[in-house]
T-cell receptor, first 113, second 112 residues
Framework: KAGVTQTPRYLIKTRGQQVTLSCSPI?????VSWYQQTPGQGLQFLFE???????NKGNFPGRFSGRQFSNSRSEMNVSTLELGDSALYLC????????????FGPGTRLTVT | DQQVKQNSPSLSVQEGRISILNCDYT??????FLWYKKYPAEGPTFLIS?????DKNEDGRFTVFLNKSAKHLSLHIVPSQPGDSAVYFC???????????FGPGTRLSVLP
């Protein structure tokens, strides 16, 4: 079974621009979560989607948004990029999102200049 | 306010010996805990989990212990192997949800 895939793997953007990251979960997994990893803050939960609905949300500003499609694939969007948004963005999937482990993709490294 | 703490940023262990990684949490509502390991340039890989209804879970060389009264969990790796060298994260959630809170990680180095 193929693992979680994320595209692109690397991205360089300029402050003020917007960016869209993509995540394809493991086949059969319906829950997709997004995390931001930075050296200073570690792994921080952004949001979780299940059956095209946002089910949980972390403490991030409204510039961070996401969506999930009927095939469970998910996208994350960041608008009006700031230098502090430079991070590794990780996507994780699980079957139902209840009391089970998550499987992570390799991440998208975003650099904002 | 860090709800999940891993107070040792790094740990070095001799090959074949036991590695013990510790994790403390402050939120008594947490009821499901996971351990992940992460190699550079890769996403975290799931290792082992434990529910708050248990105090121990074993999977091969990996055992996780949960002490609810102390709000403490630990991961034991026996015997340690050089391939275990990685950063280890503990993560916790409540209501068995998917909004996990991660600790800052502990870098384990297993020396041959």
């Amino acid at each position: 079974k193929a693992g979680v895939t994320q595209t692109p793997r690397y991205l360089i953007k300029t402050r003020g621009q917007q960016v869209t990251l993509s995540c394809s979960p493991i086949s059969g997994h319906r829950s997709v979560s997004w995390y931001q990893q930075t050296p200073g803050q570690g792994l921080q939960f952004l949001f979780e989607y299940f059956s095209e609905t946002q089910r949980n949300k972390g403490n991030f500003p409204g510039r961070f948004s996401g969506r999930q499609f009927s095939n469970s694939r998910s996208e994350m969007n960041v608008s009006t990029l700031e230098l502090g948004d430079s991070a590794l963005y990780l996507c994780a999937s699980s079957v139902s999102g209840q009391g089970e482990e998550q499987y992570f993709g390799p991440g998208t490294r975003l650099t904002v200049t | 306010d860090q709800q999940v703490k891993q107070n040792s940023p790094s740990l070095s262990v001799q090959e074949g010996r036991i590695s013990i990684l510790n994790c403390d949490y402050t939120n008594s509502m947490f009821d499901y805990f996971l351990w992940y390991k992460k190699y550079p340039a890769e996403g975290p890989t799931f290792l082992i989990s434990i529910s708050s209804i248990k105090d121990k879970n074993e999977d091969g060389r990996f055992t996780v212990f949960l002490n609810k009264s102390a709000k403490h969990l630990s991961l034991h790796i026996v015997p340690s192997q050089p391939g275990d060298s990685a950063v280890y994260f503990c993560a916790a959630t409540f209501n068995y949800g998917q909004n996990f809170v991660f600790g800052p990680g502990t870098r384990l180095s297993v020396l041959p």
